[in-house]
């Protein structure tokens, strides 16, 4: 009953018994793919009064070629990099080279996504206006090409009907979009989906007007926040006795040994590597995801950077700039 309702299934059975009392009711189906490469015999061993059911496929492994992935693409630019340049002993140089080479094999391997601000029709389009556009478009070059009457003409005749169906189009989004309100809808989101179905949505202002001023105007206040004089003086008095002691624990801790003193090693960058979703990068426009990608080169090269700073007892200049963006608060004037 199976095998005829089942046109992708073949049965192993050999015929032999599978009951010690000579019955075969213990059938074994496989899919039709798996047949020519399957092997079924009865064990001698007996489970309750039925005997065990072996079973062997025999499969042939194919040859794994990789595809041509961005990655790898990426990979290999930076291990090409890595096997002609030889870092130096300057930190900072070292970081910039290996930065521009990130960057490099980046920009020769990886895509980058469009940005922008959306189509002001984006919310009712679809294949069928595209479509419609994708005409005009044809029809617009042609009569540029050979700009006749004959030309217009044709071009008149398609724009037309596309204007009919971008007006239809339109109302059924709209309708669709109505149907969806009720009780609980908030004006706030009405009024928002009016203003993009009516091209009035309004332009966000620009964040900051005075960069420059607004940064100096953050520095000072964070100043104001964290200097010392917002201490207790009686906290003040007990930090100035401690002072030289505090100096001198840290002079003795300087000197002693201990294991984490050693280098980094590649098992730790690997592990250390973060697994979150990319945030906006630093001015060198390395993100998460393209360090965890650097491959064997750039991952040898990051870590001969690391290793460099920490023996030296230094950071990079370049990992201690930062880009600081104050956004206004909306309903707070002159709070960021």
């Not at 595809?67 to 340049?85: A, I, Q, V």
């Not at 203003?195 to 520095?219: K, V």
């Not at 505090?246 to 592990?271: H, M, S």
């Amino acid at each position: 009953m199976v095998m005829e309702e089942t046109d992708n299934i073949c049965l192993l059975n050999s015929g032999v018994p599978t009951h010690q009392a000579g019955g075969r009711l213990d059938l074994t189906f496989v899919s039709r793919d798996l047949g020519h490469c399957s092997k079924w015999w009865i064990h001698p061993t007996l489970t309750s009064d039925h005997y065990a059911i072996r079973i062997s496929l025999e499969l042939r492994t194919r040859s794994y070629v990789p595809r041509s992935l961005p990655g790898w693409e990426f990979e290999s630019h930076l291990n090409g990099w890595h096997n002609k340049n030889k870092m130096g002993g300057d930190l900072d140089a070292n970081l910039t080279a290996f930065t521009n080479a990130v960057n490099k094999a980046a920009e020769k391997s990886i895509p980058r996504k469009r940005t922008g601000a959306r189509h002001r029709d984006y919310w009712f389009y679809c294949d069928e206006i595209r479509e419609q556009n994708r005409r005009i478009d044809k029809h617009r070059k042609l009569h540029r090409r050979n700009p006749t009457a004959e030309s217009l003409s044709l071009l008149r005749e398609v724009i037309w009907p596309a204007k009919e169906i971008s007006r239809r189009v339109k109302a059924e989004k709209w309708y669709e979009w109505c149907s969806t309100i009720d009780e609980h809808s908030k004006l706030r989101e009405i009024w928002r989906n009016i203003n993009i179905a009516t091209g009035r949505m309004a332009t966000r202002p620009p964040a900051c007007l005075d960069p420059l001023e607004d940064a100096e105007r953050l520095n000072s206040n964070f100043a104001a926040r964290a200097a010392t004089t917002n201490i207790l003086m009686e906290i003040q008095d007990r930090l100035q006795q401690l002072r030289d002691t505090r100096q001198e624990k840290i002079d003795e801790a300087v000197l002693e040994r201990d294991e984490t003193d050693g280098p980094f090693t590649l098992d730790g960058l690997l592990r250390a590597r973060k697994k979150s979703k990319d945030m906006a990068p630093g001015n060198d426009g390395i993100t998460y995801s393209i360090i965890s990608g650097l491959g064997t080169g750039g991952h040898a090269a990051l870590l001969t950077i690391m290793n460099e700073s920490w023996g030296v007892g230094r950071l990079p200049l370049a990992w201690k700039k930062a880009d600081i963006l104050p956004i206004p608060k909306p309903k707070e004037k002159g709070k960021y």
